[in-house]
Nanobody, 125 residues
């Protein structure tokens, strides 16, 4: 069983930055696909960024150039650095782990076995 705990959410003005963290309870970051997803009220959950076990990253078009996904394998922690935040980035952000893959991470939420409880990000204009 893997537990994922997010932190770092909060309220920020448009143009600001936040850094989210996701601590995993066991040796996960170097052995699985990990990703950040988000869900705004009344909208479907959507993928934001993924990172493979070798560190290769992928981003949704709407965050490219603004968000950076990274991880610290030694601390078993996943990060999402968010810059140039926009009001439309307001959502609950979730980290997730897909232990069935180390590469070719998908954007499909049901492929991810484990999820954190989420951390709220609110961006005001």
């Amino acid at each position: 069983q893997v537990q994922l705990v997010e932190s770092g959410g909060g309220s920020v003005q448009a143009g600001g930055s936040l850094k989210l963290s996701c601590a995993a309870s066991r040796y996960t970051a170097s052995n699985a696909c990990m990703g950040w997803f988000r869900q705004a009220p009344g909208k479907a959950r959507e993928g934001v960024a993924t990172i493979e076990s070798d560190g290769s990253t992928s981003y949704a078009d709407f965050v490219k150039g603004r968000f950076i996904i990274s991880k610290d394998n030694a601390k078993n922690t996943l990060f999402l650095q968010m810059h140039s935040l926009k009001p439309e980035d307001t959502a609950m952000y979730y980290c997730a782990a897909d232990l069935s893959r180390q590469a070719l991470c998908t954007w499909v939420s049901y492929d991810y076995n484990y999820w954190g409880q989420g951390t709220q990000v609110t961006v005001s204009s």
